[in-house]
């Protein structure tokens, strides 16, 4: 007994001893996971990524383009801290934070914060982006990318198709435009119930975008060059806001400006001479003006009871813009005429409002009603000023209107959304859009007269003009009222199985004035009517309407459904189909359709694996009428007409249809915990094809057949547009530690585009007034290595 006593004693000393150590293992287990609950981690990474292609395309926004070795140093970080992470039990709320992204390439980004819990918050926050174009881009031009200035060499002359001289002169130039994005905001709590924000940002654009300069010299009278605009922009942001918030409402009143500043108002470009070997003077081709935008908000809500509530918002803005037109917007303007003020004095006014009531007094019923109100008032100066054609300061001279476009919209909404009962659920809901366009004044001064280009400078007769006066319509489609109708309807036929199905019908109803005078007419010499005066239906022929104002009919159609089939397996599958129909459109769009498909489906196959898979399918059509002619002569006496003398319409179709499959592999776990692999596929295939048909009157000359050189457009199918996409990502994740990690990436995409318009671009069979480029569809193959190695601390 004593014997066993003793043991007895041993043993509970021993067991004590045990208890203790796992106690003090278990409590420092809990500090351990409360550290890491409460104590965020920060990490450091460092990255070497490899690129094979230089591909501009490839790399147009992802920042892997223009190190001529392929190697992309990169990094990331993320540190942070603060003592509400130490010292909380204390009292203390400060917490801090700094974070970078992509750090070593043009799309990086990069954050710092820090905030006192409840009192205040300040940070600073920065992204850029580089955006690459212009695959394969040359120019016989001697400037750069972002210049403001484009010459010719003194060699190069003559037609612009099959010229030695100009081959010669081709020289290539990266195209590319940077986004650098500034913010600095913050928030003071003045009280529980409310506070002010604020939020400042500074964009600044550099670089060039390629855009067509249109000069004359010779004969044909305009030769096209392709250049890169210049941009070189600052826009300020401003915003600031007084929020507050009590038990049943709520109010915000903010400011908002923007300010646009434009370092380049003009490019100098020389133009292409292709008849001689004269030398043109420099022309100066306008760029986006400097502009202010100020805007003042009010809004809040109001909750009569649980069950009814009130929104509502409104603002007051205006724009203004007043950049003098001397020196730079005026150099293709008439001298003799004058310039009718020294600046367009540029003021646009907008209002807002909107107010929405919910309210679900009765069970299982929620209603809602809605109003929009939105108006744009172009209060802008409308004169007619004298303008030369491009290329020449001794004829082609025309006087033309500015048109200072105002419109108006006014939404209304009903809507009620009923519970059937725990599994049914439908909503009705009814829009109407009424839409208003107008000009202030049209014009300037009663009894100017419009003139095309054509008439030697200061000659102008009846067959030529249109009278304009303060009265005078800029609008074709003046007002518009679209009704919209929608029904849906949702099932939950089981836990794990429901349903969502939309039907929906608009009619869009466009009040039309085709006697409107175009701002920019044609020719009496160019229409099928001689009778027509100039200018009429902006310039188009009457019956023709633009698609996006006419009248239109659409029909709508979705569904989508989620099935859990199992714990481990998710599939998801949608759709939507489209119809739109322009009834009142004689030329122009006359029907349009398009249809989806969506499949996507997840499987969790392993405690750590998930496999993943998507395809969707995409399908749109439209189809257009409109009218064809062929002139034999200058005066326009042969038409292509039938045998009543009306002119041929012509007919063509669009067809665009994409298929995207892909798949996703994750899995963890491996190599005792430390390894995760992931893999990615996808591949797309996209086809666009125009079909035209045109029904040529066989006995009217040259121009009968359809593929005479004279016919002035293409019939049957044209080449398909093609870009098929495919890529593959696969990726390594490899725990050394519980503070490093390194990963391995390998990633390969390949282009295939084959678009004819860029054969236009080709020195040799460009048109003889495209000066070329050598522009290339932008195929690639690439592959890219990328290794990193990433650092974990508290």
Known sequence: MKNASRLNLKLSAISLGVIALMAAGAALADDEELKALTQPKSSVQVEMIGVDQNSSKFGEYNGLYGHPSGAYPN???????????????????????????????????????????????????????????????????????????????????????????????????????????????????????????????????????????????????????????PVSSTTDTVNLAYNWKGLESHFTASYFGSFFQNANSAVSIQPYNNATSAVIANQTLSLAPSNAFNQVNLGGGYDFTSKTKLTANASVGQNTQNQGFGGTYDSMMVAARGLPQASMNGLVNTTHADVKVTDQSVKDLVLTAGAKFDQRDNLSQSNIYGVYSIGSQTSNMANLPNTPMSIKQLNLLLSGDYKIDKSQKINLAYNNDAVNRWCNQYGGTSGLQITPYGPAQGVQTAATTNSFNSSSNCASATSSNENRLSATYKLKATEDLNFKMTAGYADRKTQWDQNVIAAMPYSTAATYSPTQPMGYNSGNQLGFMPFFEASRKQYIAKASSNWQATDAWMLSLSGKYTNDLYPDSKYGVQNGNSWSLNLDSTFVYAEEGTFTAYATQQNQSRSLTNLYGYYGGPTGTTVVTNTTGTPYAWNNTLQNNTTTVGLNLKQGGLADGKLTLIGDLMTSFARSQYTTSVPYQTTVGA????????????????????????????????????????????WYQHLYSNDYYYNGYSYGSTPAVVVPTNQTSPSYSVNVISANYTYTFD
Not at 142 to 170: C, E, I, K, M, Q
Not at 215 to 221: E, L, T
Not at 705 to 713: K, R
Request: proline share 4%.
């Open 703 to 746: 121009a009968g057949a359809c593929t005479a050189p004279t016919s002035g457009a293409t019939c049957g199918i044209t080449p398909g547009i093609q870009n098929n996409l495919a890529a593959i990502k696969l990726t390594g994740i490899y725990q050394l530690d519980k503070n490093q990690k390194i990963g391995l990436a390998y």
């Open 75 to 229: 990094g990331a970080l993320e540190v942070r801290g603060g003592s509400a992470y130490t010292n909380n039990q204390e009292g203390d709320t400060t917490r801090w934070s700094v974070t970078g992204d992509n750090l070593g390439l043009t799309t990086r980004s990069a954050n710092a914060s820090i905030a006192n819990q409840g009192s205040w918050n300040f940070g600073v926050n920065f992204d850029q982006l580089q955006h690459n174009t212009g695959a394969g881009y040359q120019t016989p031009y001697n400037g750069s990318n972002g210049g403001a200035s484009f010459t010719l060499p003194s060699n190069v002359n003559g037609t612009t198709n099959n010229n030695p001289t100009l081959a010669r002169s081709l020289q290539p130039m990266q195209i590319s435009n940077t986004r650098n994005n500034t913010t600095a905001y913050g928030t003071a709590v003045i009280d529980a119930n409310s506070n002010i924000t604020f939020e400042y940002n500074n964009l600044l654009q550099s670089g060039a975008k390629l855009g067509a300069f249109s000069s004359a010299g010779g004969s044909p009278k305009e030769i096209v060059s392709i250049l890169p605009m």
